[in-house]
């Protein structure tokens, strides 16, 4: 059986050098009138849905209103994220190129997939703009799927089922990131963890989460991918 190797995006893959945190605060002011606390306010591991119930959360606007108007808010921050693509650099990190290129040779082993909190058009345009390319990914879990990361990894393996013909046991299940959130979600489901410190966390921070795997970067592709596959 393949293995079913999730990645998550920002701060793993890539960095958009916060033009997507841009994007959403002034997405948030057009829908909601305020973007709340956000300079106070973490985005690193949480879903667009939990991102913006978490900062509105702060203010007056009650839950059921926000939801009422999370459309709108994705067709602004979208258009939003197209303008700042425009002038800001979506690239990716040192090795990410060589290691997806790696698992991409490696098809008979593992399907690549993601699973990040960012909605799903927000993720396709953050990998084509960084040129890693979003198409190149078999199956996904998005923010858009679910506001709750826990479960985006059965989300995933039920897409990776309906692809393959077979549903991955959660054991054969990898996930790749760079916060705790990424840890946890994996060890949700009993996947195989593997962290990186590429992000907002430190090696420490992750550390302390007892992932299965720990990396500085993605850059040592043999060393990565032993961990992933073994």
């Known amino acids: 059986m393949k293995k079913l190797l999730l990645f998550d995006i920002d701060g793993t893959l890539l960095t958009t050098d916060g033009a997507s945190g841009r994007a959403f605060e002034s997405a948030l002011i057009d829908v909601y009138g305020t973007a709340g606390p ?11 849905p939990q991102i913006a119930y978490e900062l509105l959360g702060h203010t007056e606007i009650p839950r059921s209103v926000v939801k009422a108007r999370l459309e709108d808010l994705w067709t602004r921050y979208l258009k939003h994220f197209d303008n700042e693509l425009v002038s800001s650099l979506v690239r990716p990190f040192p090795g ?12 008979g082993q593992a399907l690549m997939g993601l699973l990040t909190g960012n909605i799903e058009p927000g993720a396709q345009r953050k990998l084509d703009a960084s040129g890693l390319g979003f198409s190149r990914f078999q199956v996904g879990a998005f923010g858009s799927d679910s506001e709750n990361r826990d479960e985006l990894p059965m989300i995933a393996a039920a897409r990776a089922k309906a692809l393959v013909g077979e549903h991955p046991e959660y054991e054969t299940l990898v996930i790749v990131g760079d916060t705790p959130a990424d840890i946890s979600c994996g060890k949700a489901v009993g996947a195989r963890t593997i962290a990186v410190a590429t992000g907002v966390y430190s090696r420490f921070q992750l550390e302390e989460c007892c992932p299965d795997f720990l990396f500085d970067s993605l850059e040592n592709t043999d060393l990565v991918w032993d961990a992933m596959i073994r």
């Open 38 to 48: 956000i300079g106070e306010v973490s985005f690193a591991g949480k879903t667009d």
């Open 96 to 107: 990410v190129v060589e290691c997806l290129n790696h698992v991409e040779s490696k098809a």
